[in-house]
């Protein structure tokens, strides 16, 4: 695949590999956007708004000569209804792994590309089945801090993959970036340039 070169607007050190893996030629642009969810805001419509909040922000912050398309991506952990963000503090994040515990919930991924006034964008669905975890393996992984900064508190790629009954759905999206549909918006901008 020969993909059109980008900048991305994350300083996901999760994000920058699954791109790298796909060997897309990108540059980071680190920005802050609010995050906060909308009153009433469903889920999917509140991760996608804030992908391509990140990619508008960071079209942007560019000036004229260096404008190459923009990609954003956001993902939320979603119980029953309920987006579960990333946790405020090791109380929110036990509270968090004793919801998730035993229950199926769905990762949402948006990714988005601006490319100046044009807007492509992708939400992946996946579900994950997390087995029953008792309080010694929730202390166990709080003490890890590897869910700190993590969406629902916990990193698939990691070891919380040690909780992971089941997945169906993308991987890579519930990493952070869904490596398929970003292809395929990748050659979409592509088509259009050509």
């Known amino acids: ?103 199926a919930h769905q990762v949402m991924t948006a990714v988005a590309i601006v490319n100046g006034d044009r807007i492509l964008s992708e939400v992946t669905i996946s579900n994950v089945q997390f087995a029953e975890l008792n309080e010694s393996d929730i202390a166990w992984y709080l003490a890890t801090k590897e869910g700190v900064d993590k969406a629902g508190g916990y990193a698939v790629q990691g070891l919380a993959a040690l909780f992971i009954d089941n997945i169906e759905g993308s991987y890579s999206a519930i990493m952070g970036l869904p490596l398929r549909e970003t292809g395929l918006l990748l050659t979409q901008l592509s088509e259009q340039v050509e």
């Open 1 to 103: 695949m020969n993909f059109p070169a980008i900048y991305l607007a994350s300083s996901s050190p999760r994000r920058r590999e699954l791109l790298s893996q796909i060997e897309v030629n990108f540059s980071v642009l680190s920005l802050e956007v609010d995050e906060s969810s909308l009153d009433n805001e469903a889920p999917i419509d509140y991760v996608l708004r804030v992908a391509i909040a990140k990619a508008q922000a960071g079209w942007n912050s560019l000036d004229y000569n260096e404008q190459k398309p923009v990609l954003g991506s956001d993902t939320c952990v979603v119980l029953e209804g309920e987006v579960l963000g990333k946790p405020k503090n090791n109380d929110d994040a036990r509270r968090m792994l004793q919801r998730l515990s035993g229950n």
